[in-house]
């Protein structure tokens, strides 16, 4: 390589170019100016000040610790990524706008070939259908794209929106959990879908850039 050469982000660390297409909205890695805008958008609120919906109370830090653990949180993702542990959290753009966030997870990828899913919205961006669709799109990703078997995830009891996007799409009850995130242990429901689960229903195109660039990445 010379002086002369350029390298650009997504040729450095290609997540950075992954892109995951909905009919409304795009999922991908977000760059630290889109973590600004999307610091923005939690702060606006997620969800009322009487509830707790997320298994760690990061919602309801005092600025300027929400912002700096924000940051820290995806900076330590990145980080940390390797094809044995990583999370991948992507950024929810609806017309170019940041609304929420849809996380996912493995660990031993390549031999267990198993993810379990996170997210969150904004307020304003809740109730329009939105937490199904980013939801379908990363398990797209997931089933289709990376040739996962099974899909986990986690919610509240009380946790109804949640609960309802996952029965919606298709996951089947796998037991009952425990979440601490306010010191009080409260319980939770747990969903699993397997690919032939998945595959039993029509389900929405969604198109997916850029992830033959990350396949050893993810370990698959």
Known sequence: MTADDSVTLAAAWPLFALRIRSERLVLRLPTDEDLVRLIAVAMAGI???????????????????????????????????????????????????????????????????TVDTGSWLGRTYQGKGYGREMRAAVLALAFDGLCARVALTEAFIDNAASSGVSRSLGYEENGRGSLAPEGIARETQRFRMTVEGWRSRPRSPVTIEGLDACRELFGA
């Open 47 to 113: 969800h009322s000040p009487d509830e707790m919906p997320f298994g760690i109370a990061w919602s309801t830090l005092p600025s300027p610790a929400f912002e700096r653990g924000f940051l820290q949180h995806h900076w330590g993702m990145r980080a940390g990524w390797s094809p044995e542990t990583w999370q991948l959290n992507l950024l929810i753009e609806r017309d170019g706008e940041p609304i929420g966030s849809q996380s996912v997870h493995a660990e031993r990828f390549a031999v267990m070939r």
